[in-house]
């Protein structure tokens, strides 16, 4: 959880309201009225030698399954950590910090093209090591393939699907105007996937390249991220032999009126070290910085 603060007014329940922000950071909103119209694309590529020797360890002493999604994960939390502006979001033309940090995980119950799609969304501290991350995930999951288990999700959208169409189309408009005003139930908060710090997706586990995924203009998720299958090259090593070399690629789609672009340059350096020397994720964090009033 974030560092508790008396709720004022003009905060929501999921986040609140910065109100130092630069004049120039405050209108942008008002300009880019939609994700779709701020959102920027990047694309990297990581070098993982270290971090899959990093993980087989791990997995050799009791963390069976401990993976790439894990270490993802576990990297951008503490990323956060040090730049919380990275978990903000944009609701009704203002921006805010968001109070928690929530994962959200589209998964297949199993590995069958007619098998049921849901998903999941994990709540995270910002201390959190990636112990903490492999132990919440591996609950969540194992909870949601157990046959006929539904997640929160599944169960507003059985809800939802029962009512007419235009019905359903009234009661979308009239949850906008809630979210737009801040006062959208949290029961519907906690269940919605278009709500929370990221969406992210391995497609490197089923064989696929990373891709870039839109975000939605519904809810306030600020960030999707795709994972990509890993990829050998053969590169010149600097004592001048050709050796064989791993890498994992992954892109983002991310709001732009979050924060600027030099913060995310720095948030997303910070975030890259992480994953080619990630020990220091066994700990938590020395320092937790906290966002701007």
């Not at 069976?64 to 503490?78: C, E, N, S, V």
């Not at 709540?123 to 006929?148: A, C, H, P, W």
């Not at 080619?276 to 938590?284: A, E, G, Q, S, W």
């Amino acid at each position: 959880m974030g560092t508790f603060r008396k709720r004022r007014f003009g905060d929501r329940s999921d986040g609140r309201r910065l109100r130092t922000l630069d004049p120039f950071s405050v209108m942008i909103p008002f300009i880019m009225k939609h994700r779709n119209d701020s959102s920027n694309y990047f694309s990297d590529a990581v070098e993982i030698t270290d971090a899959e020797r990093y993980l087989r360890a791990k997995r050799a002493h009791g963390y069976p399954g401990m993976g790439l999604l894990h270490l993802f994960i576990a990297t951008y939390i503490r990323t956060a950590s040090q730049y919380p502006g990275i978990n903000r979001f944009v609701s009704g033309q203002r921006i805010y910090a968001r109070k928690d940090i929530e994962f959200v995980m589209i998964i297949k119950k199993e590995m069958r093209t007619d098998a049921p799609e849901t998903s999941i969304k994990i709540n995270f501290d910002y201390s959190d090591t990636i112990y903490d991350v492999y132990r919440k995930m591996t609950e969540q999951i194992n909870l949601v393939k157990k046959e006929g288990e539904d997640t929160v999700t599944d169960n507003l959208a059985k809800v939802l699907m029962k009512l007419p169409r235009l019905f359903l189309k009234l009661i979308v408009r009239v949850l906008e105007i809630m979210d737009y005003f801040g006062i959208m139930p949290k029961s519907i908060l906690r269940a919605s996937p278009f709500h929370g710090t990221l969406v992210i997706t391995d497609l490197g586990s089923i064989g696929l390249p990373a891709i870039y995924h839109h975000l939605y203009n519904f809810g306030n998720m600020p960030i999707f991220i795709a994972l990509g299958a890993k990829r050998k090259t053969r590169e010149l090593r600097p004592d001048g032999i050709i050796g064989e070399r791993k890498y994992i690629e992954y892109k983002l789609v991310m709001d732009e009126r979050c924060c600027d672009g030099f913060y995310f340059s720095q948030a997303f350096r910070l975030f890259r070290s992480i994953l080619r020397k990630p020990h220091i994720l066994d700990v938590p964090p020395d320092v937790i910085v906290e966002d701007i009033d």
